[in-house]
């Protein structure tokens, strides 16, 4: 990466580098006070905050500001910019967003694109969302599309936010926690060279500067690994997966055959077929009775999928059988209870956001140290078995909260509850 930066091939991207922060404070909707697990509720409360119409609109004035006033003079005019969200709901209700700050002040000069995979319900209630029908044109068409005059903010999850080679684009918007090889493919999106690109922009609203420097240096110079990873662990991984008898070979080389014949865009025949073979080893691990077999199921897959993924990244791999069972594996993952939307833990009728801050932290190029050795330390397969479930009153982990993301507050940062319902029916 350095040799690359310093001989002009690639732009550094964390040139010029801005952090925010969100500062929040919640409080109690309801009288009662339920003992609720600890994890899924802090995680649901975090979306609760992040989904909330009213960050949702401050975020999007500081991005649409932003992109006015800095990125859009960049490259003679061109210049594109991308917003990475945490999930593909992010993406439906910052586009919603987008296009209503757009109008309210009249911007006729900034258009914005989403690109996500599937269908979205909006907390489960129709209309069904698509990327497709959010921009109003086939998927295979985004990347001619957003090259043009016509469109500047491309809205991202998951899709794009690697492997994706758009020169023009300048400016990143980063509203998801990124880390290790990640964080460095996500914001890489930005290093491409063009006539008239003389820097490159990112705004970063979760991740702190410090932990994007510790993701960034082991690839500044050369990049060597910690420890050597045993590509032998895999087959002892699906040894193990393969005895709960969840997967049958059948379905797997049925899976592949349609999903490799055009990987980057299914009919929606191909989709209920590939969806039908997942769905027999979903019922599968459905009908397993313990619990904790289950769990260890779960895990044993997840630390398999990603195990898989970071030495694919490192090494080559000639077992075209492994390849097979990793990409129905990697499916299979996602739709397994507890992963899907429908499962997903919620609490937004049990608490309330009160006061909110978006302030700006840090300003400028995050410097990569030389000759510091750095090594990488590669996916192990420890730890399959999840940790025991800890529950606490929904009041004491709303204390913890507060007493972690918030700050000295002031009658200006307070959100009024007939203006959090106002924003809430509006975004409804």
């Not at 039908?276 to 398999?304: H, M, P, Q, S, Y």
């Not at 090594?375 to 479930?389: L, N």
């Amino acid at each position: 990466m350095r040799q690359a930066i310093e001989e002009g091939f690639i732009h550094d991207v964390l040139r010029n580098y801005i952090t925010y922060q969100m500062f929040f404070q919640l409080t109690k909707k309801i009288e009662g006070d339920p003992d609720v697990n600890k994890k899924k509720a802090a995680i649901a409360i975090a979306r609760f905050v992040t989904l909330h119409p009213y960050n949702l609109a401050q975020k999007t004035e500081v991005i649409v500001e932003h992109f006015r006033q800095v990125t859009m003079k960049k490259i003679g005019g061109k210049a594109k910019a991308m917003v990475v969200t945490a999930s593909r709901e992010h993406v439906v209700r910052y586009k919603q967003e987008f296009d209503r700050y757009l109008k309210e002040k009249n911007y006729r000069d900034i258009k914005a694109l989403v690109a996500f995979s599937g269908i979205v319900l909006l907390d489960g209630i129709p209309p069904e969302y698509s990327e497709a029908g959010m921009n109003g044109f086939g998927e295979k068409e985004l990347p001619e599309k957003f090259a043009s005059s016509e469109y500047q903010i491309l809205l991202v999850a998951e899709k794009y936010q690697t492997g994706f080679d758009q020169p023009l684009l300048h400016t990143m918007y980063v509203d998801k926690k990124l880390d290790g090889v990640y964080a460095v493919q996500c914001l890489s999106r930005l290093n491409r060279t063009c006539p008239g690109k003389e820097d490159i922009f990112v705004l970063d609203f979760v991740n702190k500067r410090e932990d994007i420097l510790v993701s960034f240096q082991p690839y500044y110079e050369q990049t060597q690994l910690e420890t050597t990873s045993d590509p032998n662990k895999l087959y002892d991984l699906k040894v193990k997966i393969d005895s709960f008898q969840i997967i049958h070979q059948p379905d797997v080389d049925a899976f592949c055959q349609v999903f490799f014949k055009n990987k980057e865009l299914h009919n929606k025949s191909e989709h209920a077929r590939l969806n039908a073979l997942v769905d027999v080893a979903v019922e599968r691990f459905k009908a397993i009775e313990k619990e904790e077999l289950k769990e260890d199921f779960d895990n044993t897959l997840g630390v398999f999928v990603r195990f898989y993924a970071f030495l694919a990244q490192i090494m080559p791999f000639s077992d075209i059988e492994l390849e097979k069972y990793y990409a129905y594996s990697r499916y299979l993952l996602k739709k397994l209870p507890g992963r899907g939307p429908g499962e997903r833990y919620k609490l937004d009728d049990e608490v309330a956001l009160e006061y909110y801050r978006l302030q700006k932290m840090t300003e400028g190029k995050i410097e990569l140290t030389k000759d510091t050795d750095s090594k990488i330390k590669p996916v192990s397969e420890a730890g399959t078995r999840k940790d025991k479930e800890e529950y606490a009153l929904l009041s004491e982990i709303i204390r913890l909260l507060n007493d972690r993301f918030g700050t000295d507050f002031t009658e200006a940062d307070k959100l009024f509850f007939d203006q959090i319902e106002e924003e809430t029916v509006f975004h409804g």
